[in-house]
């Protein structure tokens, strides 16, 4: 029998079971289904519920599923297809389904992952897999440990299928990678996915993986599932250990679950939330159970709506889109509240940079040094992409470039990010959360760098992506943005709900609630 025809037979077998499976969920033998995939057209759009539920009544394999998304891959991803892996791990991934198909025959069941492909953002370290934080001066580094989320997730049976493109070392919002080639949008491939987990993002909506993990400083989680139309969730600062990242700001770093679905979130949240002996700012509080959370709904909730400042300048689309969901969110009981944050809130801009790039410059050179101990910054300078050597070249006395004075950004990280974190916490004390749009403008062209068009006008085009979304990851409070809704080219638009601080549950709740009354996940056509 021949490559092809085995690959054939593969996928005919994951068809087969597939719709056996959902015919077993149908006759209401077992849980819940979060959000109806049609199970007879492709796996690789169904949730990582649902597959943990055919795995869990042996239905499919490990090893079938495994295989399956790796044909998915080597079909659609690739520099000519979505570009979204720098590094696939298919044998070592195939050789740990088989182990868990073997435990599975043994009566051990290892949970909701068991068996279940995630794919990691590549500055997310993986023991005896290269980490190259999409930066060739990376390209051969292979971390001697893993990051503490790693760990958890093979601990409950998740198979880690590969590492992501990204924008190189997570310094920008277009995922257009110097070394690697940029990542294309799934829904519209001349269009960027967005960044800096754009590869996380579209590999999650393009069916090359169950879910995955980002990380986010500024937008990086929320931004790339909002225009590949997924649910991207921004932890609260601490709730998800960070040890075992390529760390660009150690403030404001954290690592967060993309996927298809709200609960897919709730699942992959629970396993990788908690206590990491290895950095010091992640909670020791116990963690709740977060999919309880997910059966009840929007009734009595209220909801903080800023207009000035979220809602002031979007693109019309947008506009369109968002206001329907907030009309569609009164259906569902919730009651909507005009909020008004500080009247200087838009100087939070200004603080989160200079925060930014004060700890960027040292965290690198520091990261360098793993591979290299004499690394310094100017050494590699010029091996570095644009994006990357034009601010760290600032930071080290490239002409003309002014370096963060040491007092300004302590006054940043004393004084000024506080008065943005009381302006939140003004408007949260009466309210349980806040929404709003997650980007202005949905995907743009690839190639686009630095400007794009916003209402017949020219805007930069990394503030503008960051402006509803770094303030929140600024004072690392906790938000969610799922997919609201798509502009008539085909584009998805998101939505966020932004909570107070360790209340990950309640705008799970919400984002649950209202993507049930929606639906609005829709897979691309590949």
């Avoid at 001066?137 to 299928?161: F, H, M, Q, Y």
């Amino acid at each position: 029998m021949s490559i092809h025809e085995k690959r054939m037979d593969r996928r005919r077998f994951l068809q087969t079971s597939l719709v056996a499976g959902a015919s077993v969920m149908a006759s209401g033998s077992i849980p819940h289904i979060s959000h109806g995939a049609n199970l007879k057209e492709d796996f690789g759009t169904s949730s990582l519920y649902e597959l943990s539920r055919l795995i869990y009544n042996r239905k499919i394999s490990c090893t079938e599923l495994v295989q399956g998304y790796l044909d998915r891959i080597k079909r659609y991803d690739g520099q000519e297809g979505i570009n979204a892996f720098i590094t696939l791990n298919g044998e070592e991934a195939i050789q740990e389904a088989k182990k868990l198909d073997d435990m599975l025959k043994q009566g051990r069941y290892l949970g909701p992952l068991h068996g279940i492909p995630i794919a990691l953002k590549d500055n997310i370290e993986t023991k005896g897999i290269r980490t190259t934080g999409g930066t060739k001066v990376l390209k051969n580094w292979v971390p001697p440990s893993e990051g503490t989320v790693v760990s958890r997730l093979k601990v409950k049976g998740a198979i880690i299928i590969g590492k992501n493109n990204m924008h190189e070392l997570a310094f920008g919002m277009t995922n257009n990678n110097p070394h690697y080639g940029p990542v294309k949008n799934p829904y519209d491939k001349a269009r960027i996915p967005g960044g800096s987990s754009g590869g996380t993002a579209a590999a999650v909506a393009a069916g090359l993986c169950a879910g995955g993990l980002g990380t986010e400083t500024g937008s990086s989680v929320r931004m790339p599932a909002a225009l590949c139309g997924v649910v991207g969730l921004r932890p609260t600062f601490g709730l998800v250990g960070k040890s075992g990242t390529i760390e660009i700001a150690f403030t404001r770093d954290s690592i967060g679950p993309i996927t298809r679905t709200v609960e897919d979130t709730a699942i992959l949240l629970q396993e990788i939330a908690g206590p990491d002996p290895r950095d010091p700012d992640a909670s020791r509080s116990e963690i709740p159970n977060y999919r309880e959370f997910l059966k009840t709904g929007l009734e009595g909730v209220r909801l903080g709506v800023p207009r000035k400042y979220f809602y002031e300048d979007n693109d019309p689309e947008v506009e369109r889109i968002i206001e329907q969901s907030l009309k569609t969110l009164e259906k569902l009981g919730a009651k909507l509240v005009d909020v008004q944050l500080a009247k200087d809130f838009e100087l939070f801009s200004l603080v989160g940079i200079k925060i930014f790039i004060a700890e960027c410059v040292n965290l690198v050179e520091d990261y360098l040094k793993n591979v290299d101990p004499a690394a310094t910054i100017e050494k590699y300078l010029p091996e570095f992409g644009p994006d990357v050597s034009g601010l760290l070249g600032a930071q080290k006395g490239t002409p003309g470039a002014k370096p963060v004075p040491a007092y300004e950004y302590l006054k940043a990280i004393r004084t000024d990010k506080a008065r943005v974190l009381r302006s939140f916490q003004e408007v949260l004390i009466e309210n349980h959360a806040l929404v709003a749009p997650t980007t202005p403008v949905p995907a743009t062209k690839i190639g686009e760098e630095r400007e794009i068009e916003l209402r017949g006008r020219k805007v930069p085009l990394f503030s503008t992506f960051a402006r509803y979304t770094s303030p929140t990851s600024l004072v690392g409070l906790p938000a969610i943005s799922i997919p609201a809704g798509w502009t008539t080219g085909g584009l998805p638009v998101g939505i966020q709900f932004i909570g107070r601080q360790w209340d990950e549950a309640r705008i799970i709740q919400m984002a649950y609630a209202y993507q049930e009354a929606t639906k609005w996940y829709r897979p691309p056509k590949l």
